[in-house]
């Protein structure tokens, strides 16, 4: 017999919908949602403290989030993703999934979720998803997918692969477990493998083609980022293109750079290439021809200074006024490297210019006019030294660039503790936050700079999902769906029994956690079996997959949390997008698992 929820059940129940209207209504940011959730939560229990508590334990029950291993976590993973980022160490495979993506978009997209998916069935999809987010990020930059139309597939892609083998998430370890202390035999790793692969032939089309669609366009684009630069690349004399024709490596050259004069017959060393393009598609070109924007020697320097210095390099836009020297003059006889040591890697100027003859000298070098825009690469102090001497106007959006010596190390960091997350050793909270520190220690992030990986938003929201989840678990909430769910269920055939399950304890992972989804959901299971008389491993197996699929809001599981600030995601996008997805799979794996065990 159903008897009334307790008065805080009540309360987490109707404090869980308002959470939830108020993401999806978008009126106030997420931040001030999941402080005022915390602060309802906090202030409740202390004037309604639940049975057996004291006032003092709601102040602990709601801001035990902001220590809560979990964030911590994702917090390590940010600092170590940043890590990566800007050090360089992930621009090898960014430079492979490019080319993939400049063959054809959707292929692009498609071998992307597939390595996702297969890496995700044995390896913990957090790590997985934090080593492809930079490298998404990237390939954004470099003109291809935005990166809101890339990580929520990507992410959905990591989770499906996820769901697949016992040890690919540590929920499918805790509902095994708990399922086997119950009395269920203990499953193999891929046992209910099959299955998943038969939902994923239906999920992975939807993913691939229909999600992107679903999703805006996030990305802005910056004004600096669109200029074009002029500058003259220099063929290094160890490059290994010396003797080959320049329409051999066209191809791998970024379809933004062109070419200004004529150029036949072989490369030459110490040849300078007229070339224009942005910033980024300048250095992929330095690294496709072997060259240099600037003399080697200042560059050279400029990177032993940042070295002994502890610094990083800058690469600032200065545009050029009219009381400066540098007017009428061009880079070769301007003197900037010797006075300043800093390299001037190329300049702006409005097209209608270019192709007056006057403004080039006989060396056929640009001369420097007014409003002309330099980019201009060297450490702080000298920058502004160059700026202020030669009356330059300095330009926001100083970009730093990859600290590459160390990217080898980096990468080293990463993978050790992805790998010793993923075999088991030690838990992904401490592999993450050693990681972390030794990001900090050997010098791959700066401590002044680990703001820049985190996320202020993500934070708070993961803060605000703790606090709620355990609200609804120790205020009864979870206990009493359970029992409302399995009054009814007596009423459905056994695949309905299954999809009801599964879609129970998916609702309550996307607005709880997994954990208690799993810690609720299992026993249900085992309960309902015995009650209308069907196996229990089917059941088990449903509460586990709806533990898993948690696409549906941004406080269902921590990688949901970690695209959000990088793809500029808001609450709509995970129910437009999630939902489809969620109701696919309910569908599809009830239908399985029924057909699988004779129900």
């Avoid at 106030?28 to 202390?46: N, P, R």
């Avoid at 390939?139 to 016992?166: E, F, I, Q, V, Y």
């Avoid at 009864?476 to 055939?493: D, K, N, R």
């Avoid at 799993?518 to 586990?544: D, K, M, R, S, Y």
Wanted: charged residues 15%; glycine residues 8%; contains cysteine.
């Amino acid at each position: 017999m159903l008897t009334i929820p307790s008065f805080h059940a009540i309360a987490a129940m109707a404090l869980t919908i308002a959470m939830f209207i108020g993401f999806a209504r978008g009126r106030m940011s997420i931040e001030i949602i999941s402080l005022l959730t915390i602060a309802v939560i906090a202030v409740g229990l202390y004037f309604f403290p639940l049975e057996g508590t004291r006032e003092t334990d709601g102040l602990v029950l709601a801001f035990e989030g902001f220590g809560h291993p979990a964030l911590i976590t994702i917090c390590a993973l940010m600092v170590m993703g940043r890590g990566l980022v800007v050090t360089g160490a992930l621009e090898p495979a960014a430079h492979f999934l490019e080319r993939v993506f400049r063959m054809n978009l959707q292929l692009g997209l498609l071998v992307s979720l597939l390595i996702a998916f297969v890496f995700s069935m044995f390896v913990n999809n957090t790590p997985v998803l934090v080593l492809m987010i930079p490298i998404f990020a990237a390939l954004a930059h470099r003109g291809a997918m935005p990166s809101s139309k890339t990580l929520m597939p990507l992410n959905a892609a990591s989770l499906l692969g996820g769901l697949a083998t016992t040890i690919g998430t540590s929920t499918n370890i805790l509902v095994v477990s708990i399922a086997v202390d119950l009395g269920m035999r203990q499953m193999g790793v891929f046992d209910f493998t099959p299955i998943v692969l038969m939902a994923s032939l239906v999920a992975l089309p939807y993913i691939w083609l229909v999600m992107p669609r679903l999703l805006d366009d996030n990305r802005v684009d910056a004004e600096h980022e669109n200029r074009r630069f002029h500058t003259r690349l220099r063929i290094g004399g160890e490059s290994g293109l010396i003797g080959q024709e320049l329409a051999t490596v066209m191809s791998e050259l970024p379809d933004d750079i062109r070419f200004h004069d004529q150029y036949t017959g072989p490369i030459q060393a110490q040849q300078r290439l007229h070339i224009s393009g942005t910033h980024e598609a300048l250095e992929d070109a330095v690294r496709v021809l072997k060259g240099e924007l600037a003399p080697s020697w200042v560059l050279d320097r400029i990177r032993r200074e940042s070295s002994s210095q502890r610094q990083d390099i800058l690469a600032v836009e200065m545009t050029v006024t009219a009381d400066s020297r540098l007017l009428n003059r061009t880079l070769p006889t301007s003197g900037i490297a010797d006075l300043y040591g800093v390299a001037v890697l190329g300049i702006h100027r409005p097209d209608r210019l270019l192709g007056e003859k006057e403004q080039y000298s006989e060396g056929g070098d640009l001369r420097i006019t007014e409003g002309d825009v330099l980019l201009v690469m060297g450490l702080p102090e000298d920058l502004e030294t160059f700026s202020r001497s030669d009356s330059l106007l300095m330009l926001e959006g100083a970009r730093e660039l990859p600290r590459k010596s160390k990217a080898l190390l980096s990468a080293a960091i990463m993978g050790v503790a992805v790998f010793l997350a993923s075999i088991g050793v030690v838990p992904i909270a401490i592999s993450a936050l050693a990681g972390a520190i030794l990001m900090f220690v050997t010098g791959c992030v700066k401590f002044d700079r680990v703001g820049r990986a985190l996320s202020g938003q993500v934070i708070v929201l993961v803060a605000a999902s703790i606090a709620l989840g355990r609200i609804i678990l120790e205020s009864g909430a979870a206990g009493w769906l359970g029992s409302v769910m399995s009054a009814g269920l007596q009423f459905l055939p056994p695949a309905g029994v299954v999809a009801a399950i599964m879609l129970f304890v998916t609702i309550l992972t996307n607005f709880a956690s997994n954990a208690t989804a799993a810690t609720v959901g299992t026993p249900i299971a085992f309960a309902i079996a015995a009650q209308l008389g069907l196996p229990a491993e089917p059941l088990v197996l449903a509460v586990l997959f709806g533990c898993n699929l948690c696409y549906a809001t941004p406080i269902a599981y921590q990688t949901n949390m970690l695209i959000m600030a990088e793809g500029s995601y808001v609450f709509k996008d995970y129910i437009r997008t999630g939902v489809p997805l969620v109701l696919i799979m309910v569908a599809t794996l009830s239908f399985v698992l029924s057909i699988t065990y004779g129900m």
